[in-house]
């Protein structure tokens, strides 16, 4: 039998590859559906919020014939609220992970130290201002050592970061209704009930205990909402 298939949208990331260890713990889907990443810094040009997210709107509705739902982590997410016209009266499951409807005060000056130590080029410490927050409630995990290009990962996290901060999807989300699945972490620092609005259409739900990770800090609540709504929208 062929796999359905699911289109995620990554967070921001200094380097593209670092996406497996958000996307690992959903290995649980993988017996029906096969989990297609793209990178949500795949354009990083210099224009206006409307142009940048239209050329989203191009993108996804090529890929909408061909996928079965939609996932989106952190600014992935906000590219999928942003394109939610292209969802109306679609049966298409969708999901976010820790996605702000727009950026508050606090989240505004923690992305901001992060994206000033990258214009300072002081990655190491811009990292982990990052993740410090990211896997809150939990120190940040031993990674694999890795190479990448400083340069290109400081453009990355600059302009991914910016467009996050800049981006407020509060009257995309009121115009297009749309039936989602929003998953937010509890102890979540970064992306929190003061900046997310609750959908008309939609779930938002709190997951116990959980920070921005909470694939990682919770799998078996997520699991079991993941599926309701997979399952629902197959009906």
């Not at 989106?72 to 969802?87: A, D, E």
């Not at 080029?121 to 050592?145: C, R, T, W």
């Amino acid at each position: 039998m062929q796999k359905k298939k699911i289109l995620v949208i990554t967070p921001v990331q200094h380097y593209p590859s670092y996406i497996e260890p958000i996307i690992n713990p959903l290995s649980f889907l993988e017996e029906e559906y096969s989990i297609h990443p793209i990178d949500s810094l795949a354009k990083m040009q210099d224009i206006p919020n409307k142009e940048y997210y239209h050329y989203w709107e191009q993108e996804l509705s090529k890929y909408l014939p061909h996928y079965d739902a939609f996932f989106g982590f952190s600014f992935g997410g906000i590219i999928l609220q942003q394109c939610f016209s292209l969802f109306v009266n679609l049966n298409k499951p969708i999901v976010l992970f820790s996605t702000p409807t727009f950026a508050d005060s606090t989240l505004t000056k923690k992305l901001g130290k992060v994206i000033a130590l990258c214009k300072e080029g002081n990655m190491d410490d811009a990292l982990f201002s990052l993740y410090k927050h990211v896997y809150y409630p939990h120190e940040i995990p031993s990674q694999e050592p890795h190479s990448f290009d400083p340069v290109l990962a400081a453009k990355r996290m600059i302009y991914g970061l910016t467009r996050v901060l800049e981006t407020n999807s509060t009257f995309v989300l009121k115009e297009n209704q749309v039936n989602h699945l929003h998953l937010i972490g509890e102890r979540s620092h970064l992306v929190n009930k003061d900046n997310v609005a609750a959908p008309q259409q939609g779930i938002l739900l709190s997951v116990p205990g959980a920070g921005m990770r909470m694939l990682r800090d919770n799998l078996p609540f997520c699991k079991r909402a993941i599926l309701e709504t997979l399952n629902s929208e197959a009906e």
